[in-house]
């Protein structure tokens, strides 16, 4: 497979949400950062089930779109642990 014919989709996404003491990154500045890249920010917790369906459907939507179009495509997802 040729690199240069893939088509690259990212998106943010930040987990521990449901412990805002031991946050890294603050909201406001993860909303910035993925305003200037141009991408989609999901704050999660699986702890509380925030949001994690939601970056389950984006990833899928995407890879159900590109199979639809039989195109090649790496997912990038950003992700503080």
Same mark, same amino acid.
């Given at each position: 497979m040729c690199f240069s014919s893939l088509i690259y989709y990212h998106f943010s996404v930040g987990n521990k949400d449901d412990s805002p003491a031991n946050k890294v990154v603050e909201t406001v500045d993860a909303k910035k950062f993925a305003a200037q890249i141009n991408v989609s920010?999901?704050?999660?917790?699986?702890?509380? =089930?925030?949001? +994690?369906e939601e970056v389950m459907h984006c990833f899928f =939507?995407?890879? +159900?779109?590109c199979d639809?179009?039989?195109?090649?495509?790496?997912? +990038?997802?950003?992700?503080?642990v």
């Open positions: 920010l999901f704050e999660t917790s699986a702890k509380e =089930n925030k949001n +994690v =939507n995407i890879a +159900v779109k639809q179009t039989l195109q090649s495509v790496v997912i +990038v997802m950003l992700l503080k």
